[in-house]
């Protein structure tokens, strides 16, 4: 685990021990915020505090999110690798009553309760009060309560999981669709992480306008691959859904690499929230979040001498209930354009609201589209492990509306991809060549991906290299290298002269793999230098860079790629996913090389070649 994500994992465990022991509400807070802080951060604290020395606190104080006492934990755990205030509370609760919390809907309050008052320490002892009934003796734990629990258990393995984004989509997708032709639908999307692009999501949260809400929640409650019906009201209904395993491509590399495929599709929330057509604006703005970009707002809309909640943004006029139940004016509420204008600001891409900075936005920045993207330069064949010839991958290129595809099967190396090795590359140039008189208006680029071995050789010398198009760089195997040992690893693939772009650079796999933790911002430094970009690996079970190394790549100039790593022709879908990690990351037109006209790409190919 890297220093960020160790500190990150140890102030959330404060938060939650704070919690439990029912100290104060503001500090826990304190510690959640300062983890999202950290762990959105692009470069490493433990360099920073050993670059700062006696400064280390002052500049650390710089970040937002982190005060006096957060940074002194932060000093602490770089030099001493401990947190003295996170050993004292653990000590003070059994281990087992923080997994409590993992159960949906068991909260700091009663996992307390339950341990305090009824002595549970896990789940095991959870299981053995509900099974012989002496859970209703605890306060606030009456039949219905205890039902919903025992519901919360049988499900707490799957909820506990969180759904890639590229299965989360196609679900999300699939109900908006059959709810909007129910009939009395007057808007409908799907807002929470999932609008904001988040890799993986805990639940699927789909809004709808309507004045007839009971017709569209039986025909939710009903919908195909509903498991089971959690809630069921006129304003709000939730429903387990199954997730067809077909939606995605499971097996992939094998050693070193996925695990075994899925046989079978996991399940997911969905929770239904039908709110009126007037107030549509503000409700998409509340249920899309972030909580902390929401709260943001709200302290921005009080300066303002106005309330902002689901209903709309609202004079200030010190009521005790809420001000549309008092009939109210809203100052705003239709659209989220005008909400944000009421508050002083343009209108914020979903994929920025993450409290970020993105409040300091003076206009709506221009994010990258899949629309711009014209050029497809990480793809395989059926010479590697590929399952289209170089003809069918470049017609389906051109389809799309590319101008450019890059053929870059596997190096030698990667035997279980089938690897080539050098005479069978060397054939295979000859036959991208021979492929280009075959289909006509699009430019077919003869390249490789190549491996990294450990060390940081490439899987192919230079003399070979020398003799393509493009070079995809990639770790593979070696996955767990020390992160001092993948970075050297990487720097020295970025300064071969032949590297136009660095692949999936830390090697992860969402929910599978943590992948390589190289110092993403001296790896980016040393790229913008030589020239060569960083690869979003778009797909969704990759998402290689993630968002935070999209914002750490463009801080040191960095361009990046997005690419679909294409295998399967429906791999060239997964696009949208890659450019969504774009956006989160704040990724431009001008920065993305696959969106660069054909002629500005050919020379940026040319650069170090020439």
Not at 16 to 22: F, H, P, Q, S, W
Not at 134 to 159: C, F, H, Q, W, Y
Not at 285 to 295: A, C, L, Q
Not at 504 to 523: F, K
Request: hydrophobic residues 45%; proline residues 5%.
């Amino acid at each position: 685990m890297s220093v960020n994500g160790a500190i990150a994992e140890r102030f959330e465990r404060i938060a939650r021990l704070l919690d439990v022991l029912g100290a104060d509400r503001f500090k826990a807070i304190a510690h959640d915020r300062a983890a999202r802080a950290v762990q959105g951060l692009p470069f490493d604290l433990g360099a920073l505090v050993a670059e700062a020395g006696e400064g280390a606190k002052k500049r650390l104080m710089e970040i937002e999110g982190v005060g006096p006492k957060i940074a002194e934990k932060i000093v602490e755990f770089v030099r001493t690798g401990a947190m003295r205030e996170l050993d004292d509370l653990t000590a003070q609760v059994p281990a087992g009553v923080l997994h409590l919390m993992s159960i949906p809907g068991l909260g700091p309050k009663t996992a307390g309760t339950l341990w305090k008052e009824g002595g549970v320490t896990d789940l095991a002892g959870l299981k053995r009060i509900i099974d012989d009934g002496t859970i209703l003796n605890l306060p606030r734990m009456g039949a219905k309560s205890v039902e919903k629990l025992r519901a919360s258990l049988a499900l707490a393995d799957e909820a506990g999981k969180r759904l890639a984004l590229g299965l989360a989509v196609p679900v999300a997708e699939g109900v908006v669709e059959a709810l909007r032709g129910t009939g009395g639908v007057d808007r409908i999307e799907y807002a929470g992480s999932l609008r904001r692009g988040r890799e993986t999501v805990a639940d699927i949260d789909v809004l709808v306008a309507t004045r007839t809400p009971d017709p569209v929640v039986r025909a939710f409650t009903t919908l195909p691959g509903v498991g089971q019906v959690l809630v069921a009201g006129p304003t709000r209904a939730s429903v387990r859904m199954r997730v067809d395993p077909r939606l995605g491509r499971w097996s992939a590399e094998g050693e070193g690499g996925d695990e075994a495929p899925e046989t079978d599709g996991p399940t997911i929330q969905v929770d239904l929230k039908v709110v009126p057509v007037e107030s549509w604006g503000a409700a998409l703005m509340y249920f899309t979040g972030s909580k902390d970009h929401n709260v943001r707002l709200r302290e921005r809309a009080l300066k303002r001498g106005m309330t902002l909640n689901e209903y709309g943004l609202f004079p200030d006029d010190k009521g005790e209930t809420p001000p549309q139940q008092r009939g109210v004016r809203a100052v705003a509420a239709a659209t989220e354009e005008e909400v944000y204008a009421a508050l002083g600001l343009p209108w914020i891409p979903p994929e920025l609201r993450e409290d970020r900075g993105e409040l300091s936005l003076t206009q709506t920045p221009r994010l990258i589209e899949v629309a711009d993207i014209k050029a497809e330069l990480h793809a395989h064949t059926i010479a590697s492990d590929g399952a289209m010839t170089i003809e069918e991958l470049a017609t389906r290129a051109k389809e799309r509306g590319f101008h450019t595809v890059a053929v870059t099967d596997h190096s030698k190396s990667s035997v279980q991809a089938n690897g080539l090795s050098v005479d069978r590359l060397l054939a295979h140039v000859e036959a991208v060549h021979a492929a280009r008189s075959k289909v006509k208006g699009i430019r077919i680029l003869a390249g490789s991906e190549v491996d990294i071995l450990a060390d940081g050789r490439l899987d192919y010398d230079d003399k070979v290299l020398a003799k393509l198009d493009l070079v995809v760089a990639s770790p593979h195997t070696a996955l767990s290298q020390e992160p001092k040992a993948a970075t050297a690893r990487l720097l020295a693939a970025i300064e071969n002269p032949h590297v136009d772009i660095l692949g999936h650079p830390t090697g992860r796999l969402i929910n599978r793999r943590a992948g390589l933790e190289p110092d993403i911002a001296a790896i980016a430094k040393a790229a913008a230098t030589h020239g060569v970009a960083f690869e979003i690996n778009a797909n969704w079970m990759r998402l290689d860079l993630r968002d935070v190394h999209v914002r750490a790549a463009l801080v040191a100039g960095c361009s990046i790629a997005i690419n679909c790593d294409t295998h399967d022709p429906s791999d060239l879908d997964n696009l949208r996913f890659g450019v969504l990690t774009g956006r989160r990351g704040g990724l431009t037109p001008a920065s993305c090389v696959n969106a660069w006209t054909a002629a500005k790409l050919q020379k940026w190919l040319g650069r170090r070649r020439n």
